[in-house]
């Protein structure tokens, strides 16, 4: 099945123009500290062989002033003038370094560069667009970019599920309107996943990869991007695991390594000459046919079985790699890559990502890593992972990305520390749109956060963010935010959010929507964060999560999203204890049901600025979106506590039964409620619901009927034991019968990961 056309209304979606609408307030009347472009306006660009790469930036300022101001005249008296020259405050390694003065009569840009111009002439944009007027205020500004690179990805783009490999279809996730709105975020990379062996042909080790090479899309894309200012990675996990029946194998037996995954997959030895000379022949070639590729974003040890050394314990079984020190043995095969790379492309950049293990071992494996790897490489290490978060009065561990958790781990300062000493570039990777916290929300409204982790990111000198994974990508007010906050000097939080809040909402409702988002910050920190909660827990399906009295004897495997990984639609798993974590029923229905009536405050905040302001459609979409939060987090509440309350039954004396069928009903009854409220906001946002990891829609429209149909049948079910007492035979079906191994289903999934490369 071709999964691009579950997607391509959402496409469609990411399609639509920046500028669409007039967004002038013909009532505005220009103040004395500001400029008047009313009357038309000039734009002065220099001449530079390097100058078209910004015609995209001049083609779209040009129609923001068309278009959201009204301004038709291009040769008016007002001069904007572009001088390439390189500001006299730049300092050392800067980059998108540009200075803007405002003059009555002319407007003066300087950079160093065309990147410099592109982020001037959209600090212009929004200037205008907070003042909802062609004014521009009188004075300097000066800027440069601290957290230089700022990666992200296409919500709709397939990766794992079996939803195919983006690089081997036909079909562009990347519409050029879409691009256009995440340069206007500052946003300035993406990155797409791909597996050597499908994508690179090899004289090395001609079985592990395809007859030719398939690289042209990728190519196009680096053509494409450019074009906006937006580079291009290749995300990787290699040298990668491969089944042990392939056919490289029975050629080469020499370089079969030790780890494997279920009994099937086996790891190619990195320390046999044949495959540190496939390392170099492929990365050369990758490089040489996509010249315009800005690097490697390589997962090395950790997330899936690569080299022989992810552990003291595998590595005893090969005889070359147990031999070598684990330092050694993953240090040489960083530099390897990094070697094939450089002699093709200099400026290119080798990410080095460990994910995986972060205790105590792990940590020290990756400060010696750090310092051991060419000094060229960069290290990419996740912010918040292994950080310390008090919740429901426990000392709970970050071990996931976390937007509710505003902190960074001691691993991460420790290694920002050593990289900054060793003056060796460092990357944070988070979660910046939304996290698995909340993953079926395009984005969530807390740029507090946000510009709390790149303050941070500032102090600790990181010079780059890989900014979402799978989810988290949607062109939004947060990667907006990220892209402001990227900047230095990075304005204090309060005139920070405030300005932020006048590009969407316009000066005189700034200081409103920022109050609300600070609002929505805080409710957010209540989050009670645990893998369990939201792995296997129901908040990424709720509101649309089944209430069954009968109970359910499979699992949803391997997370509680909507599909397995076979893409089978999963079960509503009803095992609450998979839900809890360090936390009791109680700690989850008190946190939930206490997070969605504050969160609800703020929602009402943003009404209210809504009722007394004429707000366009992508206003509306940031209520849609705020407001779907806040029934997510009640529906949550009322899924745990509905099986809390089932379970109960069957130890409980009929007057208690008769309480408990009691609060089973109004839960229900209050379930169903925010059903139907939610399908209200889906017609406002689309992209609410949808799981961008799954690719699919964790709840939607058709999901929350058939919620709101089943939950009526539970009503009468209730109703009818209200009057007459427990029929105890689906009683007994509710307790009865063992349940469904994960082992085993884990170990199908498996099976079905390894056949799509996944």
């Given at each position: 099945?071709?999964?691009?056309y579950?997607?391509r209304?959402?496409?469609?979606?990411?399609?639509?123009?920046v500028?669409c609408?007039?967004i002038?307030n013909?009532?505005y009347k220009p103040e004395?500290?500001?400029?008047?472009?009313?009357a038309g306006?000039?734009l002065v660009?220099p001449?530079d062989?390097?100058?078209?790469?910004?015609?995209?930036?001049?083609?779209?300022?040009?129609?923001?002033?068309?278009?959201a101001?009204?301004v038709?005249n291009?040769r008016?008296?007002?001069?904007?003038?572009?001088?390439?020259?390189?500001?006299k405050w730049?300092s050392?390694?800067?980059?998108e370094?540009?200075?803007?003065?405002?003059q009555?009569?002319r407007?003066?840009?300087t950079s160093?560069?065309?990147?410099?111009?592109r982020?001037?002439?959209i600090?212009?944009?929004d200037?205008?667009?907070?003042?909802?007027?062609p004014?521009?205020?009188l004075?300097?500004?000066s800027?440069?970019?601290?957290v230089?690179?700022?990666?992200?990805?296409?919500?709709?783009?397939?990766?794992?599920?079996?939803?195919g490999?983006?690089l081997?279809?036909?079909?562009?996730?990347?519409?050029d309107e879409?691009l256009?709105k995440?340069?206007?975020?500052?946003t300035?990379g993406?990155?797409?996943a791909?597996?050597?062996?499908r994508?690179i042909?090899s004289?090395v080790?001609p079985?592990?990869?395809?007859?030719?090479?398939?690289?042209?899309?990728l190519?196009k894309?680096t053509?494409?991007?450019?074009?906006?200012?937006?580079?291009?990675y290749?995300?990787?996990?290699e040298?990668?695991i491969v089944?042990?029946d392939?056919?490289?194998?029975?050629?080469h037996?020499?370089?079969?390594?030790?780890?494997?995954?279920?009994?099937?997959c086996?790891?190619?030895?990195i320390?046999?000459?044949?495959?540190?000379?496939?390392i170099?022949?492929?990365?050369g070639?990758?490089?040489q046919?996509?010249?315009k590729?800005?690097g490697?974003?390589n997962?090395?040890n950790?997330?899936?079985g690569?080299t022989?050394?992810?552990d003291?314990e595998?590595?005893?079984?090969?005889?070359?790699c147990?031999?070598?020190?684990?330092?050694?043995?993953l240090?040489d095969?960083?530099?390897?890559?990094?070697?094939g790379?450089?002699?093709?492309n200099?400026s290119a950049?080798m990410i080095?990502w460990s994910?995986?293990?972060?205790?105590?071992?792990?940590n020290?494996?990756?400060?010696?890593?750090v310092k051991r790897i060419?000094p060229?490489?960069v290290?990419?290490?996740?912010?918040?992972?292994?950080g310390?978060k008090?919740i429901c009065?426990k000392?709970?561990s970050?071990?996931?990305?976390s937007?509710?958790?505003?902190?960074?781990s001691s691993?991460?300062?420790?290694?920002a520390k050593?990289?900054?000493t060793?003056?060796?570039k460092?990357?944070a990777k988070?979660?910046?749109g939304?996290?698995?916290?909340l993953s079926?929300?395009?984005?969530?409204?807390?740029?507090?956060?946000?510009?709390?982790?790149f303050?941070k990111?500032h102090?600790f000198?990181v010079?780059?963010?890989m900014e979402?994974?799978?989810i988290?990508?949607?062109?939004?007010?947060?990667?907006?935010?990220?892209g402001?906050?990227a900047?230095a000097p990075?304005?204090?939080?309060?005139?920070f959010l405030e300005?932020l809040?006048?590009?969407y909402?316009?000066k005189?409702k700034?200081?409103?929507?920022?109050?609300?988002?600070?609002h929505?910050?805080r409710t957010?920190?209540?989050?009670?964060?645990a893998?369990?909660?939201?792995?296997?827990?129901?908040?990424t399906r709720s509101?649309?999560?089944?209430?069954?009295?009968?109970q359910?004897k499979?699992?949803?495997l391997?997370y509680?999203?909507?599909?397995?990984?076979?893409?089978?639609v999963q079960?509503?798993?009803?095992r609450l204890?998979r839900?809890?974590?360090p936390f009791t029923?109680?700690d989850?229905?008190?946190?939930f049901?206490?997070m969605?009536?504050?969160?609800n405050?703020?929602?009402?905040?943003i009404e209210?600025?809504i009722?007394s302001?004429?707000?366009?459609?992508?206003?509306?979409k940031?209520?849609?979106?705020?407001?779907?939060?806040g029934?997510?987090?009640?529906s949550t509440a009322?899924?745990?506590?509905f099986?809390?309350?089932?379970?109960?039954l069957?130890?409980?004396?009929?007057a208690?039964?008769?309480?408990?069928l009691?609060k089973?009903?109004?839960?229900?009854l209050d379930d169903?409620a925010l059903?139907?409220a939610m399908?209200k906001?889906l017609?406002m946002?689309?992209f609410?619901g949808?799981?961008s990891?799954i690719?699919?829609y964790?709840y939607?429209g058709?999901?929350?009927?058939d919620?709101i149909?089943?939950?009526k049948?539970?009503l009468?079910t209730?109703?009818?034991?209200?009057?007459?007492?427990v029929?105890h035979?689906v009683?007994n079906r509710?307790i009865?019968g063992?349940r469904?191994?994960a082992?085993t289903?884990r170990e199908k999934n498996?099976k079905?990961w390894?056949?799509?490369?996944?």
């Open positions: 099945m071709n999964y691009y579950k997607v209304h959402l496409l469609k979606e990411l399609a639509r123009p500028h609408t007039s002038r013909r009532n004395t500290t500001t400029s008047d472009l009313s306006y000039r660009i001449h062989k390097k100058i078209h790469l910004l015609d995209r930036s001049i083609h779209d300022f040009h129609r923001f002033m068309s278009v101001m009204e038709k291009p008016g008296r007002y001069e904007i003038q572009v001088a390439l020259e390189t500001p730049r050392r390694n800067a980059s370094v540009y200075q803007i003065e405002v009555p009569q407007c003066l840009i160093s560069d065309v990147e410099g111009m982020r001037a002439l600090y212009l944009e200037e205008m667009t907070i003042r909802r007027a004014t521009l205020p004075g300097k500004v800027r440069r970019a601290q230089q690179a700022r990666i992200s990805r296409s919500p709709c783009a397939p990766y794992r599920w079996q939803s490999w983006e081997e279809d036909k079909y562009d996730y990347y519409p879409y256009n995440l340069m206007h975020c500052g300035n993406i990155w797409v791909g597996l050597f062996r994508l042909a004289k080790l079985e592990l990869g395809p007859r030719k090479h398939c690289l042209e899309k190519r894309l053509e494409k991007t450019e074009q906006y200012g937006i580079k291009v290749l995300f990787c996990i040298p990668r089944p042990k392939h056919p490289v194998f029975a050629r037996p020499e370089i079969i390594g030790n780890t494997r995954m279920c009994s099937i086996n790891s190619i030895c320390s046999s000459p044949l495959v540190r000379n496939y170099l022949e492929v990365v070639a990758l490089f046919q996509v010249p590729l800005a490697l974003i997962i090395f950790g997330e899936r690569t022989c050394w992810p003291k595998t590595v005893q079984s090969c005889p070359r147990r031999k070598r020190g684990q330092t050694e043995a240090a095969g960083l530099n390897l890559f990094y070697e790379m450089s002699k093709v200099p950049k080095a994910y995986g293990k972060f205790d105590q071992e792990a020290a494996l990756k400060a010696a890593l060419n060229n490489i290290w990419l290490e996740n912010m918040e992972h292994g310390i008090k009065g000392d709970v970050t071990c996931e990305y937007l509710s958790y505003e902190g960074n691993v991460f300062e420790n290694l050593i990289a900054r060793r003056n060796r460092m990357y988070l979660q910046i939304t996290t698995y916290e079926s929300l395009p984005y969530l409204p807390l740029p507090q956060t946000v510009h709390r982790k303050a990111m102090k000198g010079s780059g963010t979402s994974w799978i988290g990508g949607y062109p939004s007010l947060m990667l907006k935010a990220a402001e906050a900047f990075l304005p204090r939080e309060r005139p300005r809040a006048g590009i909402w316009g005189t700034a200081k409103r929507a920022a109050k609300a988002w600070e929505f910050s957010f920190r209540q989050y009670p964060c893998n369990e909660v939201f792995y296997y827990g129901p908040i509101p649309a999560y089944q209430l069954h009295l009968e359910e499979r699992l949803a391997p509680n999203w909507g599909l397995h990984r076979n893409r089978n079960p509503h798993e009803d204890e839900w809890l974590g029923p109680e989850l229905i008190k946190s049901r206490t969605g009536y504050d969160w405050k703020g929602v009402r905040m209210s600025i009722r302001f004429p707000a366009g459609p992508g206003l509306k940031q209520y849609a979106v705020a407001a779907a939060a029934l997510q987090f009640l009322n899924v745990i506590e099986y809390q309350l089932r379970d109960y069957h130890k409980s004396e009929p208690v039964q008769k309480r408990l009691r089973m009903r109004n839960t229900v169903i059903a139907r399908k906001f017609r946002e689309i609410i949808f799981e990891e690719y699919d964790s939607s058709k999901l929350l009927d919620k149909k089943q939950a049948k539970v009468q209730l109703s009818s034991w209200q009057k007459t007492g029929d035979s009683l509710i009865a063992p469904q191994p082992l289903e498996y079905q390894i056949k799509y490369g996944d």
